[in-house]
T-cell receptor, first 113, second 108 residues
Framework: EAQVTQNPRYLITVTGKKLTVTCSQN?????MSWYRQDPGLGLRQIYY???????DKGDVPEGYKVSRKEKRNFPLILESPSPNQTSLYFC????????????FGPGTRLTVT | GQNIDQPTEMTATEGAIVQINCTYQ??????LFWYQQHAGEAPTFLSY????GLEEKGRFSSFLSRSKGYSYLLLKELQMKDSASYLC?????????FGSGTKLNVKP
């Protein structure tokens, strides 16, 4: 089954404790993105990747890192999480440059205390 | 989100037609997208417009006017399962900018 998976689905952590949210897709998509969703603000793009080793900042990259060492994986790293990073995070992928339909993962609900 | 405006909430009756409007800033535009998101779930792609005009996909249609910075999503023959949030998003060179979403309540 074609899908985007994220782990963990739920995470409660403390300020400053490094964490990684994994994202994997099995559709051989070139493009992958990370978003956060907050009430009243909608989805905001954090980072995106156009292919292996090619990443760029989205609208709200501060406090986040990403890497794309393999085509299928695009982990989101929070080196020193803070309470304002409490949010619902979605990973998404799409085929490539001129194909715009994005497939979203199920989401990761992160709480930073 | 980058000057994308859509109504916060709408209510419509089962079987009716509803139009959800979206306005956006016209500078830096490559396409306009609509997603559906049920509560507690991930967004799913509905449609996109790159050129002016109407795109029809079954019960859903989306319209775009690039000169006016305006789009709408038209849902026909509303069903209870259409109760969800509808997200408008502008695309510009690999970046997607989403509106806050319109929560549609479909009542019997």
């Amino acid at each position: 089954e074609a899908q985007v998976t994220q782990n963990p689905r739920y995470l409660i952590t403390v300020t400053g404790k490094k964490l990684t949210v994994t994202c994997s897709q099995n559709m051989n998509h070139e493009y992958m993105s990370w978003y956060r969703q907050d009430p009243g603000l909608g989805l905001r793009q954090i980072y995106y990747s156009m292919n292996v080793e090619v990443t760029d900042k989205g609208d709200v990259p501060e406090g986040y890192k990403v890497s794309r060492k393999e085509k299928r994986n695009f982990p989101l790293i929070l080196e020193s999480p803070s309470p304002n990073q409490t949010s619902l995070y979605f990973c998404a992928s799409r085929v490539g440059d001129r194909v715009f339909e994005q497939y979203f993962g199920p989401g990761t609900r992160l709480t930073v205390t | 989100g980058q000057n994308i405006d859509q109504p916060t909430e709408m209510t419509a009756t089962e079987g009716a037609i509803v139009q959800i409007n979206c306005t956006y800033q016209t500078s830096g535009f490559n396409g306009l997208f609509w997603y559906q998101q049920h509560a507690g779930e991930a967004p799913t792609f509905l449609s996109y417009n790159v050129l002016d005009g109407l795109e029809e996909k079954g019960r859903f249609s989306s319209f775009l006017s690039r000169s006016k910075g305006y789009s709408y999503l038209l849902l026909k023959e509303l069903q209870m399962k259409d109760s969800a949030s509808y997200l408008c998003a502008r695309y510009n060179f690999n970046k997607f900018y989403f509106g806050s979403g319109t929560k549609l309540n479909v009542k019997p």
